[in-house]
């Protein structure tokens, strides 16, 4: 069964820095890429970045919203996914969630919350 | 950036009506070499991530029930669930995966008139 596991969220300052794991299960996580999604309170869905497999080297594409100020890396020797947050602002406040694969995510995490408050 | 547009924002339906509800996407999302939209549906329950429904605009998910179907090509899509069910009070995202960064529509609110 396939799983994803997200953590590390939880409340910090503007300007600081947080980063998210999300570890995976019941499948061959290098053969996938994985995708970073959030959900700000009450609001829609927003795509964040992405990380390929690692067949393909694992190249990395970001929203524009957060490009420069997040990184998502991979280990695939222990399944997890990365999402290393910087200079974060009170607009980054969200639920996020892991997702699976580059086109139609079919597996998501349950998600971890990052609060960015003063 | 592919901008993607839902209507209505909500929806009120009666127990066993249909409720239709559209995507719309400023630029083409089929990619003419394979004549696949890169359109997906989800469906939200408070509380859950979202579930995928659809994907290719019209091939249903593994164990989604057949009263969800999804339509269209092009820039213009739908999803149609033929007879409501309490359980399908919701939120519906539509999303492209045509290309990068993959964007969601605002969601469309289902709720039981």
């Known amino acids: 069964e396939v799983q994803l596991v997200e953590s590390g969220g939880g409340l910090v300052q503007p300007g600081r820095s947080l980063r998210l794991s999300c570890t995976a299960s019941g499948f061959t996580f290098g053969d996938y890429g994985m995708n970073w999604v959030r959900q700000a309170p009450g609001r829609g869905l927003e795509w964040v970045g992405f990380?390929?497999?690692?067949?393909?080297?694992?190249?990395?594409e970001y929203a524009a919203s957060v490009r420069g100020r997040f990184t998502i890396s991979r280990d695939n020797s222990r399944s997890i996914a990365y999402l290393e947050m910087t200079s974060l602002k009170i607009e980054d406040t969200a639920l996020y969630y892991c997702?699976?694969?580059?086109?139609?995510?079919?597996?998501w995490g349950q998600g971890t919350l990052v609060t960015v408050s003063s | 950036d592919i901008v993607m547009t839902q209507s209505p924002d909500s929806l009120a339906v009666s127990l066993g009506e249909r409720a239709t509800f559209n995507c719309k996407s400023n630029?083409?999302?089929?990619?003419?070499?394979?004549?696949?939209?890169?359109i997906a549906w989800y469906q939200q329950k408070p509380g859950q991530p979202p579930k995928l429904l659809i994907y290719w605009a019209s091939a249903r998910e593994s164990g989604v029930p057949d009263r969800f179907s999804g339509s269209g090509t092009g820039t213009d899509f739908t999803l149609t669930i033929s007879s409501l069910q309490a359980e399908d009070v919701a939120v519906y995202y539509c999303l492209q995966y045509y290309n990068s960064p993959q964007t969601f529509g605002q969601g469309t609110k289902v709720e039981i008139k």
């Open positions: 990380i390929g497999s690692e067949a393909s080297g694992g190249t990395t």
């Open positions: 997702t699976r694969g580059r086109n139609y995510p079919r597996y």
């Open positions: 630029q083409s999302v089929l990619y003419i070499s394979n004549d696949k939209n890169y």
